[in-house]
């Protein structure tokens, strides 16, 4: 069953900032929020992860609210070739085979 | 570089014809992992090492077979593949030291697309 909810497709222009919201009202004590992308066919890619506070690192910053329900991917400044499929997925650290399922993701479209 | 890599990159085979498709990786990371990504399905794990000779079965494991003799290698094998098994395929790795970089980072091949008719 899917941990996470996520919008099927967003548009953001180049050079402004991409909000990418995920919920995950279900999520407990234990459990991170990663961050992973897919451009066209490729290998997925790690972008952040975060328990409760809110994390910044060279690709994005990953804001997540208080009572943890719900978190916003933001790419400060999107490029084109930002363009790709984005997966919001919630596991407990120590997941046992350290597995991780994706959704669906947000389709995220660059447009210049 | 630090890299995953995978071969062939795309393979079509015909049913039955026992195929390997290699996964290696230069990080030193204990952990490998195999996925297999289908539309509307997304990706789901096949097989998963935590260690050399330490394999153990996925979401999707019928069909497939694994093997981690050395720490950097983590072939993928069809004994006798079928039109259900066309996909793209994923390896990962990571390492299992808690921290940045860490067993969260999961490192991704470029993918190998198989078709068998």
């Known amino acids: 069953d899917a941990k996470t909810t996520q919008p099927p497709s967003m548009d953001c222009a180049e050079g402004r900032a991409a909000n990418l919201p995920c919920n995950h009202s279900?999520?407990?004590?234990?459990?991170?929020v990663y961050w992973y992308r897919q451009i066209h066919s490729q290998g997925p890619q790690y972008i952040i992860h975060?328990?409760?506070n809110n994390e910044t690192n060279e690709m994005a910053s990953l804001i997540i609210t208080e009572d943890r329900k719900s978190s916003t991917l933001i790419l400060p400044h999107a490029t084109l070739r930002d363009t790709a499929v984005y997966y919001c997925?919630?596991?407990?650290?120590?997941?046992?085979?350290?597995?991780?399922?994706f959704g669906a993701g947000t389709i995220l479209r660059v447009k210049s | 570089e630090a890299q995953v890599t995978q071969n062939p990159r795309y393979l079509i085979t015909v049913t039955g014809k026992k195929l390997t498709v290699t996964c290696s990786q230069n990080?030193?990371?204990?952990?490998m992992s195999w996925y297999r990504q289908d539309p509307g399905l997304g990706l789901r794990q096949i097989y998963y090492?935590?260690?050399?000779?330490?394999?153990d079965k996925g979401d999707v494991p019928e069909g497939y077979k694994v093997s981690r003799k050395e720490k950097r290698n983590f072939p993928l094998i069809l004994e006798s593949p079928s039109p259900n098994q066309t996909s793209l395929y994923f390896c990962a790795s990571s390492s299992l030291e808690p921290g940045l970089g860490g067993r969260e980072t999961q490192y991704f091949g470029p993918g190998t697309r198989l078709l068998v008719l």
């Open positions: 997925i919630v596991r407990a650290f120590m997941e046992y085979g350290n597995k991780l399922v």
């Open positions: 990080m030193n990371h204990e952990y």
């Open positions: 279900t999520i407990s004590g234990n459990e991170y």
């Open positions: 090492s935590m260690n050399v000779e330490v394999t």
């Open positions: 975060g328990l409760k």
